[in-house]
């Protein structure tokens, strides 16, 4: 939706580069969260972070809610990690970007 | 393991034909929620529910129903399908915590309205 922007649309790497993605919100959304979308269509939470950075294997999801920002850091990329991201927020309706899609390859 | 399942996984319409997208999920969730996707626009929300009864019109709700007569259960109803109705539908259930807020996602129901 227009309340949740994310950049970039598309992204391609190699094998084994980081990817950085970016979330852009209004101010006031809350509970910041980042979803996996496989090729297939399958959507799978990745992590929840409303404030700060979070960690959790790869990914490091860093959001500063007074700039209205969120990132997810994916290091080391794999082939696996290949789909699109999509960041959600909370404005009391739960709002979607329309996604980055990451395609890694070997 | 928490799980959300839809039915029918794909479905044909002829354009004005009544369709009924079904979803059900087990993690005794008091929220659930419908939406489309379609290429460029991310997750669209069309309705969603905050328990047995409820119903609430999400960002997309023209040319849709809802229908949640259980806790498990909620429905997408599309009383006279059109053509721009063709997408992929997810249900999900929710429940929040903290500043956390968890959404689990069925498979997706392919719709396509001829």
């Known amino acids: 939706g227009q309340q949740v922007q994310q950049s970039p649309a598309s992204l391609v790497l190699q094998e084994g580069e980081n990817a950085e993605l970016q979330c852009n919100f209004s101010s006031t959304a809350t509970q910041l969260q980042w979803f996996y979308q496989s090729p297939g269509g399958s959507l799978v939470s990745l992590l929840s972070n409303p404030s700060g950075t979070k960690h959790t294997g790869r990914l490091t999801s860093t959001t500063v809610t007074k700039e209205r920002r969120s990132s997810l850091h994916i290091s080391s990329s794999q082939t696996t990690d290949s789909g699109t991201y999509l960041c959600r927020a909370n404005y009391n309706v739960l709002y979607f970007g329309s996604g980055t899609k990451l395609t890694v390859e070997p | 393991e928490a799980a959300v399942t839809q039915s029918p996984r794909n479905k044909v319409a002829v354009t004005g034909g009544k369709v009924t997208l079904s979803c059900n999920q087990t993690n005794n969730h008091n929220n659930m929620y419908w939406y489309r996707q379609d290429t460029g626009h991310g997750l669209r929300l069309i309705h969603y529910s905050y328990g047995a009864g409820s119903t609430e019109k999400g960002d997309i709700p023209d040319g849709y129903k809802a229908s949640r007569p259980s806790q498990e259960n909620f429905s997408l109803i599309l009383e006279l399908a059109t053509p721009s109705q063709t997408s992929v539908y997810f249900c999900?259930?929710?429940?929040?915590?903290?500043?956390?807020?968890?959404?689990?996602f069925g498979p997706g129901t392919r719709l396509t309205v001829l």
């Open positions: 999900a259930s929710g429940d929040g915590w903290g500043g956390s807020y968890e959404q689990y």
